[in-house]
């Protein structure tokens, strides 16, 4: 008899960034530090993949207790300025490096297997009372050789494999599980029925097909990493921040595979409600006090999407896209976002504004203006400067569009 299959999966979605950590540097949290590993041989594992063709150096390796080990790890990266990559890791068959955190942190998956108390796999009773059916829970961590075996002590069998079984589940899901019954059953990804997920944001998230949706479809086949890629560059001077906007708006004349794919400006302006819930929460004193210092500061807002087949130059593309830019140093923010995160984002800023009370009693004109790029230097001044920082006018909102005129 066959089953479907119930995981609970703690995959962890990877983080991306280019912070560079030494192992002396790296600030662990003491309650991480006993469960970070960082002698040679170790690192030297965790440095390449089943591919052989790329090989880059982790900072550390987490042997993780619990799942929440993992979460704890990811809160700490999204607590500093720059975050440090992350990368989930079960027997490493990935071919590129997937498995890989340069500067960053490998997890180690398989670990978590000796503190489940035996409760990593779990088969259910096919009594005909479950609404679920037959299924088996396990572990992201586990291995499909020892699913066999306790599924067959039942006599029961998932319905897709992959040829090799010392694989983890994770690990086979984030990429999809073909062998020679996916013509009759499909790869293992249509073979699941739920997951527990460890997203970008270190929170534990339950997903099926009808429970937070976007999440169970994006994961599974999604190399553990997919969406957006969401950076602001926050600056003082105008000039500067017009020019970087032309200069993005140019590359999708001049090279579709680095061009933006989302690009406008705002104003943040010192007013008593600043929504800064982009930002980490460390920075948020230090963005106030820049506002406060310059009275109008232009945001540059940018993104990039990714998927399976672009992910793994997201990163280098976008470095590219913005070398040179002109920003105020150290005032670049950037984060990884679903997409139906980022497409709704506006949403999100209206239950913002209605839990605040700012939205149902409040007038919402609105007014578009086209500007040719020749005045936009003389509309800064003028309307800007001089009527809404001027007149104290920091209420609503102020958005930049760079627009090519032939579009």
Excluded at 278 to 283: E, G, K, L, T, V
Excluded at 309 to 333: I, R
Aim: charged content about 15%; hydrophobic content about 40%.
């Amino acid at each position: 008899m066959a089953i479907n299959v119930a995981f609970s999966l703690a995959m962890v979605v990877l983080l991306l960034s280019g912070i560079a950590f030494t192992q002396a540097q790296f600030p662990a949290p003491k309650e991480l530090a006993p469960k970070l590993s960082r002698n040679n041989e170790t690192l030297s594992i965790a440095s390449t993949d089943f591919g052989n063709i790329v090989h880059e150096t982790p900072v550390a390796v987490l042997e993780p207790c619990s799942v929440s080990d993992i979460s704890s790890l990811i809160n700490f990266s999204n607590s500093l300025i720059t975050r440090f990559t992350i990368a989930p890791r079960g027997k490493a068959h990935s071919t590129h490096g997937q498995a890989n955190a340069k500067n960053g942190v490998v997890v180690n998956m398989t670990n978590l297997n000796g503190f489940r108390n035996g409760s990593g796999i779990l088969v259910s009773a096919c009594d005909g009372k479950n609404p679920l059916g037959c299924y088996a829970d396990v572990g992201g961590e586990q291995l499909w050789i020892d699913i066999l075996n306790a599924t067959l002590k039942r006599g029961l069998t998932p319905l897709s494999w992959t040829d090799y079984l010392y694989l983890t589940v994770g690990g086979t899901l984030s990429n999809a599980g073909i062998s020679g019954q996916t013509f009759r059953f499909g790869p293992q990804i249509s073979n699941v029925l739920e997951m527990d997920v460890v997203t970008g944001k270190g929170k534990l998230v339950p997903c099926s097909k009808k429970n937070n949706k976007e999440i169970f479809y994006a994961v599974l086949g999604g190399l553990g990493q997919f969406g957006v890629k969401w950076l602001r560059l926050l600056y003082s001077n105008f000039t500067a921040f017009s020019r970087d906007q032309e200069h993005i708006i140019s590359f999708s004349e001049r090279n579709e595979t680095i061009a933006a794919d989302y690009l406008e400006g705002f104003l943040l302006l010192n007013q008593p409600l600043l929504d800064l819930s982009f930002y980490p929460a460390s920075d948020h004193q230090r963005i106030k006090s820049l506002v406060n210092q310059y009275g109008i500061i232009y945001v540059l807002d940018l993104a990039k999407y990714y998927d399976n087949n672009t992910q793994a130059h997201v990163n280098e593309g976008v470095a590219y896209l913005v070398k040179g830019f002109d920003f105020v140093p150290t005032f670049t923010f950037e984060k990884d976002a679903s997409y139906m995160e980022f497409m709704n984002r506006l949403h999100y800023e209206e239950l913002f504004l209605k839990s605040n009370g700012l939205w149902e009693n409040v007038a919402h004109p609105w007014l578009d203006i086209w500007i040719p790029r020749s005045r936009i230097s003389d509309f800064n001044e003028g309307v800007f400067k001089n009527i809404i920082l001027k007149k104290n006018i920091t209420g609503g909102t102020f958005l930049v569009y760079p627009m090519n005129r032939n579009k």
